[in-house]
């Protein structure tokens, strides 16, 4: 067994790349074809999970041997890291990037959150998830005040500061002119999980100038109008920016409940792997809300406040300990929906 590990492992050092096959998950896996000792050979190469040695994840920030920042506003920055030295191919032609020594080839993205919040520490740490119906009489006696208060507490002072052109100006890569397009007013921003790099991993923030628009809650049959336009006019802001991209390509979503109460929309590539960020509970396709009013009845005002909504929480949340786990606890174990209804 142990000759057999060793010839298998004698093999990989004398693999020699002829192309690259494909890259998928975003990235984090790439195909290789080549050969070693003349046969032919494919190599996959997939970034493992990280250690979870203390030791180890504590030296990882002061032994990074590149770091470039990609952008900042307020208390979030974001970076390309390479951690480790690279090694140079010696047979590689002299025009190669892979032997330019100033070249820079990052392994690693950073987002830093300094200095954090004891949200944010609640939000980043592991805990249970839930899973809640959020009805319009919960929404309406509860979560609205909810997002009025954050609203007011300064929450969205960063997303203002990026509309109106005070910060993060050099990582707009789209926006109409400030103020001259009424309620169609928008801008384009790399989602701060993006290299900015990898198109099949292409994720865009969609920030509207409007601000009476919240949340998808407030979206009425009175918008489907502006739904239908704004989003032609994103997939068409999206494929001038990138050329090789096109309109079938691109899918449009919110989050519900979105991490911050302005309205704002994700366009990512279809072939982006659908993680946490598109999963059923927190991503809502823009179509779906746009059919969903379609058929809803009622007048004009009619809106999707008076749907029933289902997302996942964390049980750290604000919402989960002030809102869905006081319920629970009312209903003694029963429906969280049936005890807000009863009382």
């Known amino acids: 067994m142990a000759e057999a590990k060793a010839n298998a492992e004698s093999l990989v050092p004398k693999f020699q790349l002829e192309r690259v096959l494909n890259h998928d998950q975003a990235g984090r896996r790439t195909s290789l074809y080549g050969s070693i000792d003349d046969k032919p050979a494919l190599l996959i190469l997939e970034r493992a999970p990280f250690p979870d040695e203390d030791a180890y994840l504590a030296g990882v920030p002061s032994s990074l041997s590149r770091l470039r920042n990609l952008g900042a506003n307020d208390i979030y920055a974001w970076f390309m890291a390479r951690t480790g030295p690279l090694q140079f191919d010696a047979a590689a032609p002299p025009t190669s990037s892979s032997n330019d020594p100033s070249a820079f080839f990052p392994d690693l993205k950073i987002n830093l959150i300094y200095p954090c919040t004891e949200t944010h520490v609640k939000k980043y740490s592991k805990q249970g998830v839930r899973n809640v119906l959020e009805t319009p009489e919960i929404y309406r006696d509860k979560i609205k005040p909810h997002m009025q208060r954050k609203r007011e507490e300064g929450r969205l002072n960063w997303v203002f500061n990026i509309i109106e052109g005070r910060k993060e100006v050099e990582d707009v890569i789209y926006r109409t002119k400030l103020g001259e397009c009424g309620d169609e007013g928008f801008l384009l921003l790399p989602d701060l999980n993006w290299d900015r790099e990898t198109l099949e991993a292409l994720h865009l923030l969609a920030i509207v100038e409007r601000r009476d628009i919240w949340s998808m809650r407030d979206l009425k049959k009175k918008h489907i109008p502006w739904l239908r336009h704004m989003k032609q006019k994103l997939l068409e802001a999206t494929t001038k920016t990138y050329p090789s991209i096109e309109a079938d390509q691109l899918k449009l979503y919110v989050h519900y409940q979105p991490t911050y109460y302005h309205f704002h929309v994700h366009i990512v590539h279809v072939a982006l792997e659908a993680g946490a960020t ?21 007048d004009e005002e009619s809106g999707m406040e008076r749907l029933s909504v289902a997302y996942t929480l964390g049980e750290e949340s604000e919402l989960w300990k002030d809102v869905y786990e006081p319920l629970k606890k009312a209903g003694t174990g029963a429906d969280i929906t049936a005890a807000y209804r009863e009382r």
């Open 278 to 298: 598109q999963a059923t509970g927190k991503a809502v396709g823009w179509d779906s809300i746009v059919e969903t009013l379609e058929v809803m009845g009622g």
